[in-house]
């Protein structure tokens, strides 16, 4: 039975609400399994995979020679099953093919797990983030990306656009894209630090979900050279505690948004949700490193940072002792955080830094900003950085500052600490690294 034209198309998720109707539907060959006069299909579009039984030999001439991934329009009646997935299936079909495909996929898609190793994949990656695990891992992505939206929304913040193209390397170093601007240089922004800062003198909140650059030669499971960056700025602060009390909040929020929006995802993905103590345990940078020499005997003292390996103890420190996945180390050293970051009047030698560890992996950095015009200007200076370099920057320094703070989160670390994968190029969409530009 076909339907009429005018009745639009529904998706497969929706078919249990059309049980005795006929209906439209589209999408890709997923599956085939012929078993003589009964025979299943599977059609797959971007919200699941329904089932089709097929009985009529010439809606069944209608698939000879193609190929799984072809493209087809199916009409028909929806019927109870409970043992088809879903509950539902769909009866006496009538296909059309709307775009034939005549050769296999370069990998299996239709199996529970996908087999090529992560290059082979990456390679032919258009094709293999059809895969419903795929699907799932970006649907939680894009979630994270909408309630991290909602929450701040709901905090007052404004959400910002900054340009990527900037005249000055926000962080100093060596660590970025030099492009040719109309016979100019300029570089490729490595995060939106000073814009943000700039406009907390405008909105005094702000935030903003955009790509940074990176131009770090090394190879490693946790890094790429391109990656999205949910970044705060917020004015009117009491201290550094102040913005990470504010970051405890959001992941909360995240996390709940998550449990209560995409179950179905997390259980495909096998995800189980983190334990997010409340608070939020908080190591200083000098405690942490006396807890790793104390239970696993490394003297990291005089180490201006935390290595990977130090991140990880530090998450079972966090679980064993705290019962929380998430940990606030606080104080980082001055020689380790830019120009920018607000030095701790009680010792100099340590700021008002944080980072966020998420089962032992930093996945946030932020902190309280320095926001008066002099020491901002000492603190350039003291750092071997020409002033005059920064001049649109110092600008809003001075004319008023109120004291400010924010922080990034690196989102797809975010998910690959969240899902328990083991590289960052799972949870990029397209990844960028030292030997990769395609696809």
């Known amino acids: 039975m076909t339907p009429s034209p005018l009745n639009p198309r529904i998706r497969s998720q929706e ?88 050769e296999p996929p370069p990998f299996e898609l239709n199996k529970p797990v996908l087999k090529p190793n992560l290059d082979l994949f990456l390679d032919h990656a258009p094709i293999g983030l059809r895969h419903p695990h795929k699907r799932a891992l970006f649907r939680l992505f894009a979630a994270l990306l909408a309630a991290f939206r909602e929450f701040l929304d709901g905090e007052g913040f404004v959400e910002i656009q900054t340009p990527k193209l900037v005249g000055s390397a926000t962080e100093g170093g060596a660590n970025v894209f030099r492009v040719d601007y109309f016979g100019r240089p300029a570089f490729l922004a490595q995060s939106p630090q000073f814009y943000k800062q700039i406009m907390v003198g405008v909105f005094e909140r702000v935030y903003e979900v955009g790509p940074v650059f990176r131009a770090e030669p090394h190879d490693t499971i946790r890094h790429t050279n391109e990656y999205v960056s949910l970044d705060v700025e917020m004015g009117f602060i009491e201290d550094h505690h102040t913005v990470m009390a504010l970051l405890a909040r959001l992941m909360r929020h995240l996390l709940a948004r998550l449990q209560e929006q995409h179950g179905a995802e997390l259980a495909l993905l096998g995800v189980a949700l983190p334990v997010i103590a409340d608070p939020i345990p908080i190591l200083h940078f000098r405690d942490a490193q006396a807890l790793i020499r104390q239970r696993f005997g490394e003297d990291c003292r005089g180490e201006p940072d935390l290595s990977p390996q130090h991140e990880r103890w530090l998450g079972e420190i966090a679980r064993t002792d705290y019962a929380s996945d998430f940990l606030f180390v606080t104080g980082y050293p001055t020689v380790k955080r830019p120009f920018y970051t607000y030095v701790d009047p009680q010792d100099p030698t340590y700021t008002y830094g944080f980072d966020l560890l998420f089962r032992g992996c930093e996945i946030a950095t932020g902190g309280q900003r320095v926001h008066n015009y002099a020491q901002l200007v000492a603190a350039l200076e003291q750092r071997g950085l020409n002033p005059a370099d920064f001049a649109y920057y110092l600008e809003a320094f001075k004319y008023g500052m109120p004291p400010h703070g924010g922080f990034a989160i690196g989102a797809e670390r975010l998910l690959m600490q969240l899902t328990g994968v083991e590289n960052l190029r799972e949870t990029t969409l397209f990844p960028r690294d030292t030997s990769r530009l395609t696809p």
Do not use: Y
């Open 15 to 102: 078919l249990h609400h059309h049980i005795g109707e006929t209906v439209r539907l589209a999408g890709w060959l997923h599956q085939m399994r012929r078993l003589g006069r009964l025979n299943f299909l599977i059609l797959r579009d971007g919200a699941g995979t329904c089932q089709v039984v097929l009985t009529d030999p010439q809606e069944l001439a209608k698939l000879k020679g193609l190929q799984v991934e072809s493209v087809l329009a199916v009409a028909g009646t929806v019927v109870a099953e409970p043992q088809a997935p879903g509950g539902v299936e769909v009866h006496d079909p009538h296909l059309t093919v709307l775009s034939a495909v005549s």
